[in-house]
């Protein structure tokens, strides 16, 4: 079982055909939602019914029919194996029984009646677009022919950068940081307006993006270039600006993680991270974006396994806080979205509490959806049980119901929750969509470092160019690996390139290996990935500069390398290995575009990491 926010994003195959939507028409699907249409009294706006006191009074009657295991289940959100809601292949249907005792997608509604399902690609939901659209529509079919059928609210993580469950041919994104270096709140909102629309068409109207925690640790191992940037201001604006453009496409943005994960230097997927600001500076700092994102209207907050000692002194992770969740977020901020944890798989909720345990104090906290718990069973009937058994009132359970119901009446899925093919493909990843992921990251790429004027290469001076470096796996199910799609690209542009990937790790065979190829070329490009004071990377880079031949790095996640890497000719942040923005970076060197990125974060030195290298809003051009 994976969480929320990881996962391999290798592309399955195989066959897409059983849930394919067969274009529903309007009548059908009233007909399929008659019970809700005719609870909200509906006509054609009723997708607005949630917003107002005839909309809350028509939820209410909704929820006042569901039995009490029914009321259990509009809590959860699931992670569920297999490209197909009822056919899905023997592999997924046997991880399906071996993790949550049920065969299929429509076996695990039928049984726990959840209100959502969450999508991954390791988990077999995204393999293109047509069969998204129809794993949604099953989904929603399933659900619909239980007794008291509601719709769900399909989410996932399209954080677009390193972060991506839908990959080409749908259409991919600069990430976060990418976006903070081009610092171009309109470019945020295009990236919110059209992957919303893109998502919406795919059946998915929750995206757990953006994330509004303000980095300001460059050791943070788990948000890093997830994250806009380290100046609170400028991560509060683009936040805003994301949040607008996902909402005005109809899809439900998710701010996260609340309180803040920007400082900290343990995952909390794997540890129990402590947040150790003051009040004053987590009001500052912090905070920021989560207000700018309430003023924008967020739909829903995504909560952090953290502990913050200074805003609850009890020990607790965030995701389990009472004066957190409900005293600062719903009290102090003033926000009454919907609120939604952090994977309940991840170790930083898991260190303190049991399995049984965590969902009931998460709802006693003020949460309102309770995501991918790692045993779907226990926590489910540990949320019976208390309510059962009086920790918990059924009149609990309603508040969060009525938020999550307000939340699907807002984005039309109690009204219409199918999808179309013909919407499949005029919406997903168009020419014009390409083209304006294309042109942002143009406006991304950041340029750090350029002796004697390297960069632009000449095609004519220096025409053979070797591209060795870190390949990490696929974040976002793109072309890849890394130096293979820097190499295409600047052979599209006119050089004799070659790829030779050494990893994040070169031996010194490999490294050998690559310094020789290096005597036959004009340049080396040379990926970067964490490069570290002490790591094989550093040697593989200095052994190029031995060669003499000129050497650019492109720091294709953490701006932070260019710190030890003093010797290199030229230096770029790419921000992520994704197509896009590799693509981008090619188009740097080869000069057809001028950097314009600057750094959202400051690089302090490697030597002296009291000392800034390079400051937030450093970046040369031509």
């Known amino acids: 079982m994976r969480d929320s926010s990881t996962g391999s994003t290798a592309r399955p195959s195989g066959p897409t055909e059983p849930d394919r939507p067969s274009r529903p028409s309007r009548r059908t699907v009233l007909a399929a939602t008659a019970g ?98 129809a794993l949604s529509n099953g989904i929603q079919r399933a659900s619909l022919e239980q007794p ?39 470019d945020a909102r295009e990236v919110g307006r059209i992957g919303g629309a893109e998502l919406r068409a795919l059946g998915i109207r929750q995206d757990y993006s953006p994330v509004a ?36 496409s109809g899809v439900a943005a998710t701010a996260k993680h609340f309180p803040g994960h920007g400082d900290t230097a343990v995952d909390s997927h794997f540890g129990f991270p402590v947040i150790t600001h003051s009040r004053d500076l987590w009001s500052t700092l912090d905070a920021a974006p989560f207000r700018a994102a309430i003023r924008a ?40 979205g919907v609120v939604v944890t952090d994977s309940l798989g991840m170790e930083g909720v898991r260190t303190k509490y049991g399995d049984d345990r965590v969902p009931v104090l998460a709802l006693k906290a003020g949460v309102d959806q309770l995501l991918n718990p790692p045993d779907l069973n226990v926590a489910w009937n540990a949320v019976l049980n208390a309510v059962r058994g009086g920790e918990l009132t059924e009149a609990r359970l309603d508040e969060s119901i009525l938020r999550v119901l307000r939340l699907k ?23 014009a969509h390409l083209r304006a992921a294309d042109r942002i990251a143009e406006r991304t790429t950041t340029l750090l470092v350029n002796k004697e004027g390297l960069l632009p ?24 690996p890394p130096t293979a799609v820097l190499a295409g690209a600047l052979t599209e542009l ?71 890497l003093p010797g290199v000719g030229a230096c770029l942040a790419a921000y992520s290995w994704t197509d896009v923005e590799l693509r981008a970076a090619a188009r740097v060197i080869a000069g057809r575009v001028d950097p314009r990125g600057k750094l959202p974060v400051p690089v302090q030195r490697a030597d002296d990491p009291a000392q800034v290298l390079y400051p937030i809003g450093y970046g040369l051009t031509y």
């Open 36 to 133: 809700v249409t005719a609870a909200l009294a509906a006509g054609p706006h009723a997708h607005a019914a949630g917003s107002g006191p005839h909309g809350d009074k028509a939820l209410r009657a909704l929820i006042s029919r569901m039995t009490l295991e029914e009321k259990v289940g509009q809590l959860f959100v699931m992670r569920v194996y297999g490209h197909s809601a009822t056919a899905p292949d023997q592999a997924d249907i046997d991880a399906n029984l071996k993790e949550i005792g049920v065969r299929t997608a429509a076996e695990l509604i039928a049984k726990y009646r959840v209100g959502g399902i969450i999508y991954f690609a390791w988990a077999h939901n995204t393999r293109d677009p047509h069969q998204i659209a």
């Open 297 to 336: 209207g967020i739909d829903s907050i995504m909560t952090a396994h953290i502990m913050v000692p200074a805003l609850d002194p009890a020990g607790d992770p965030a995701t389990l806080s009472h004066p957190i969740l409900t005293g600062i977020l719903r009290g102090e901020l003033g926000y009454d």
């Open 494 to 564: 006119g050089f004799t390139a070659t790829a030779l990937s050494t990893g994040t790790a070169p031996s010194a065979a490999t490294i050998a290996k690559a310094v020789a190829a290096a005597a036959d070329v004009d340049a080396v490009v040379v990926g970067t990935y964490n490069v570290t004071a002490a790591g094989s990377q550093k040697t593989l880079v200095e052994g190029l500069l031995a060669t003499g031949v000129p050497v650019i790095a492109v720091a294709i996640r953490n701006p932070y390398d260019v710190a030890h």
């Open 148 to 186: 008291r059928g509601l719709p769900l609210l399909i989410s996932t993580d399209q954080e677009h950068g390193i972060v991506a469950r839908v990959g080409k041919p749908a259409t991919l994104f600069p990430g976060a940081m990418a976006l903070g270096a081009g610092g171009s709140r309109a």
């Open 457 to 480: 290469l000449s095609r004519r001076r220096t025409p053979k160019v070797l591209v060795v470096g870190a390949d990490p796996a696929s974040p976002s199910l793109s072309d890849g």
């Open 213 to 248: 925690d303000v980095n300001v640790n460059p050791a943070n191992p788990v948000i890093g270039v997830r994250s806009f940037g380290a100046d609170p201001d400028a991560v509060a604006g683009l936040v805003a600006a994301e949040v607008k453009g996902y909402q005005g």
């Open 409 to 431: 009446s807002k984005l039309g899925l109690l009204t219409d929750p199918y999808v179309r093919d013909a919407a499949v493909d005029r919406v997903v990843g168009t020419p």
